[in-house]
């Protein structure tokens, strides 16, 4: 089985720039989740598609990030404006079907100075 | 909205030991509930999953249990090995919902050889 890939593994940004991590997901998945882990291990869920279509996405990620799935690209999901507290373990899992079991990458660590 | 709440945080065991993690929830339209494991450095591994239809899910030295009228899961782990040291996360879905997961602060395994 492929595993999702997620890159790159580490990212430094300055406050206020861009930062942007790309997921390919498991092969034959349509389904994309993104998640943001904190130090604390607190989740949040950001956004969601199913194939190139978004299903659901927290206010947050509408007015301050940038996310698609082109088909036969790598998803990505970009931060338009990065601060302090967007410092985190970003998450993309995978899932044939939307209420099917989630398959997590290994995530990117965004570190922001 | 749902929350999700594990018991306890942090174990510290004996290889060999069995050990019990507690998740409780409070969402009742809540209908699945996977457990991930994350070792340090490592990706989120979907160990166990239950439906809320089920009552026991056994797989290997993993038991899930769940109780619907209580809102409470229970994973029993036996035969403890170093290996199994890592981070446990019980997280839930919400019917109809686009399969988003909530995920708890997750419980610190440590077992020592």
């Known amino acids: 089985n492929s595993k999702v890939i997620q890159t790159p593994r580490y990212l430094v940004k300055g406050q206020g720039q861009k930062a942007k991590m790309r997921c390919i997901p498991e092969?034959?998945?349509?389904?994309v989740f993104w998640y943001q882990q904190n130090k604390n291990n607190e989740f949040k869920f950001l956004i969601n598609?199913?194939?190139?279509?978004?299903?659901?996405q927290i206010d947050m990620t509408e007015k301050r990030f940038s996310a698609e799935c082109p088909s036969n690209s790598p998803c990505s999901l970009e931060i338009q404006s990065s601060e302090a507290g967007d410092s985190a373990l970003y998450l993309c899992?995978?899932?044939?079907?939307?209420?099917?079991?989630?398959?997590f990458g290994p995530g990117t660590r965004l570190l922001v100075l | 909205g749902e929350q999700v709440e594990q018991l306890p945080s942090s174990l510290i065991v004996q290889e060999g030991a069995s050990v019990l993690i507690n998740c409780s929830y409070t969402?009742?339209?809540?209908?699945?509930f996977p457990w991930y494991k994350q070792e340090p450095g490592k990706r989120l591994q979907f160990i166990i999953d239950?439906?809320?239809?089920?009552e026991r899910k056994q797989t290997q030295r993993l038991t899930l249990l769940f109780d619907k009228k209580t809102k409470h899961l229970s994973l029993h782990i036996t035969a403890t090995q170093p290996g199994d040291s890592a981070i446990y996360f019980c997280?839930?879905?919400?019917?109809?919902?686009?399969?988003?997961?909530?995920f708890g602060l997750g419980t610190t395994l440590q077992v020592q050889p």
């Open positions: 899992a995978s899932s044939l079907f939307r209420h099917d079991t989630q398959y």
């Open positions: 092969k034959g998945h349509p389904v």
């Open positions: 598609f199913q194939n190139q279509e978004v299903l659901q």
């Open positions: 969402d009742s339209a809540s209908v699945y």
């Open positions: 239950i439906r809320s239809n089920m």
């Open positions: 997280s839930a879905r919400i019917t109809g919902n686009t399969g988003k997961l909530i």
